[in-house]
């Protein structure tokens, strides 16, 4: 009975730490860089995102749902000649055969009728001594199928304070693709690549406090989602800029040579100069 309640135990806290890394936040600080390539997810269908990652889809067009309620895992996966037909929803892309290329992506693909947004979420957490003033932004928007819908699909990122009321970062951080003349995917897949390179995202981020990123998947236009692009995204890079400590100096850092004579009165006054910086 002790080595079966051993063993309970011992399940309890693996389980237990496995749902913490799941659901665990990425964290930054101020001069720090985080990266993320989404190869550590594996060639499965249904693969786990990295930790702090989610993703979800819904049937509204060009609209972003909530960190919390998102999913931790693709659905499907695609990769070189995806397929005109291909089912709608969350993919682990593949640049290269779909099972076995070690360069992955995570994105996906609407339908008529389902998946008219999917969202890839990060939540970003400082745990630095300093406030994090902005961040310095990268990453790949990849094409794995052509559409011939005329609006064409675009991937726009989004910023919140909560994960749950959103505000556009803007079209730095926008990339759209114009409507193919096929519904064809690539025999070397990615097809087409846009990159985002080093912009400013101007969020602060307080000591303790999280800011999450989401970057959505949606028809550019309208609410016809047929005929559609797949797209993902693919080598996230973020930077968190400023965060330097208030500082006081003193010039010169020490006076000397004063006296005092009895009869006479003290020696003669020196100045000295205080300055600072980083007190916004």
Not at 66 to 84: H, K, P, Q
Not at 111 to 131: D, P, R, W
Not at 155 to 176: L, P
Not at 207 to 219: D, K, P
Request: hydrophobic share 35%.
């Amino acid at each position: 009975m002790k080595q079966l309640k051993q063993f309970y135990t011992i399940f309890l806290v693996l389980l237990l730490g496995f749902h913490l890394q799941v659901w665990s936040q990425v964290n930054i600080s101020a001069g720090n860089t985080i990266t993320e390539n989404f190869d550590g997810m594996g060639t499965s269908a249904t693969a786990n995102l990295p930790n702090g990652w989610k993703v979800d889809k819904n049937t509204t067009v060009r609209s972003v749902g909530t960190y919390s309620a998102a999913g931790t895992a693709t659905e499907l996966r695609a990769g070189n000649n995806m397929a005109s037909n291909a089912q709608n929803g969350i993919y682990n892309y593949a640049a290269g055969v779909p099972d076995s290329a070690t360069d992955r992506a995570v994105g996906g693909i609407s339908s008529g009728s389902a998946s008219k947004s999917v969202n890839v979420y990060v939540q970003l957490t400082n745990n630095g001594s300093t406030a994090i003033d902005n961040l310095t932004i990268s990453y790949n928007v990849e094409k794995y199928r052509n559409g011939t819908n005329s609006a064409g699909f675009t991937i726009q990122m989004y910023y919140s304070t909560d994960g749950s009321t959103w505000t556009s970062a803007g079209d730095d951080f926008k990339s759209s693709f114009a409507a193919d003349a096929d519904n064809n995917g690539f025999t070397s897949a990615p097809g087409a690549t846009v990159n985002v390179t080093s912009k400013t995202l101007n969020q602060s981020i307080a000591v303790g406090s999280s800011l999450y990123l989401a970057w959505n998947y949606s028809v550019t236009s309208g609410t016809t989602t047929s005929f559609a692009q797949a797209l993902g995204i693919d080598d996230v890079s973020i930077t968190a800029n400023g965060g330097t400590s208030p500082s006081i100096s003193v010039n010169p850092s020490s006076l000397s040579g004063f006296s005092y004579v009895l009869g006479a009165g003290p020696s003669s006054e020196q100045s000295f100069t205080v300055s600072g910086q980083n007190f916004d």
